[in-house]
């Protein structure tokens, strides 16, 4: 079955990069999305990649795709403290009209100065 | 950009009430779904909607029921709720087999 894990916690100085990394399972997967979630707040959409890209950057975000491996990345480039969130992997897939996602747990970044 | 809306952010309930948990989008999205969000757990889809008046379980229904009677608005239904359920609830919204857009959330306690 369907299957996204992440590691649970991550913790960076303040201007350093931030790595979270994800692995999933379904090799039909559409589109591989991160998102953020801030204390209290509910999920904010980050970036997507299509399954058939290897990276895709977007200011200080760079998402990385291994399809061989089934390992998605994301790098956040000199880090701030606004950047402590919960950062979730999801992995998409066409099911009917709609694009099941199936998420990691979350990977919880902590930016200390 | 698409705007999500959540009812409530925190709701405290008591065991055996019957709860309501409203989302409305202002984007004209067909599909729409509500998840539960436990820690280490990620999300977890309940139910989703795809039309005005369908629907279709996800992977956790029990114990859940929708109601969509309006494209904009799709409501979660506790039909009497148990403590299991205290958890933070989703809604989200999506055009076709695009994005899914997200509220704030509804931090539910079940007493």
């Known amino acids: 079955g369907e299957d996204v894990e992440q590691s649970l916690f991550l913790s960076v100085r303040e201007g350093d990069s931030s790595v979270i990394n994800c692995t999933y399972t379904?090799?039909?997967?559409?589109?591989l999305y991160w998102y953020k979630q801030e204390p209290g707040a509910g999920l904010q959409l980050l970036t997507y990649?299509?399954?058939?890209?290897d990276m895709k950057q977007d200011q200080r975000l760079t998402v990385l795709l291994n399809k061989k491996d089934k390992h998605l990345s994301l790098r956040i480039a000199d880090t701030q403290t606004g950047d402590s969130a919960i950062y979730f992997c999801a992995e998409s897939f066409a099911s009917g009209g709609y694009n099941k996602l199936i998420f990691g747990a979350g990977t919880r970044l902590a930016v200390h100065p | 950009d698409v705007k999500v809306t959540q009812s409530s952010r925190y709701l405290v309930k008591r065991t055996g009430e019957k709860v309501f948990l409203e989302c409305v989008q202002d984007?004209?999205?067909?599909?729409m779904f509500w998840y539960r969000q436990d820690p280490g757990l990620g999300l977890r889809l309940i139910y989703f909607?795809?039309?005005?008046?369908?629907?279709e379980k996800g992977d956790i229904p029990e114990g859940y029921s929708v109601s969509r009677e309006k494209k904009e608005r799709f409501s979660l239904i506790l039909e009497s709720a148990s403590t299991n359920q205290t958890s933070m609830y989703l809604c989200a919204s999506s055009w076709a087999r695009h994005t899914q857009y997200f509220g704030p959330g509804t931090r539910l306690t079940v007493l």
């Open positions: 909607s795809y039309d005005v008046k369908m629907k």
């Open positions: 984007m004209d999205h067909e599909n």
């Open positions: 990649i299509f399954s058939n890209m």
């Open positions: 379904d090799s039909s997967s559409t589109y």
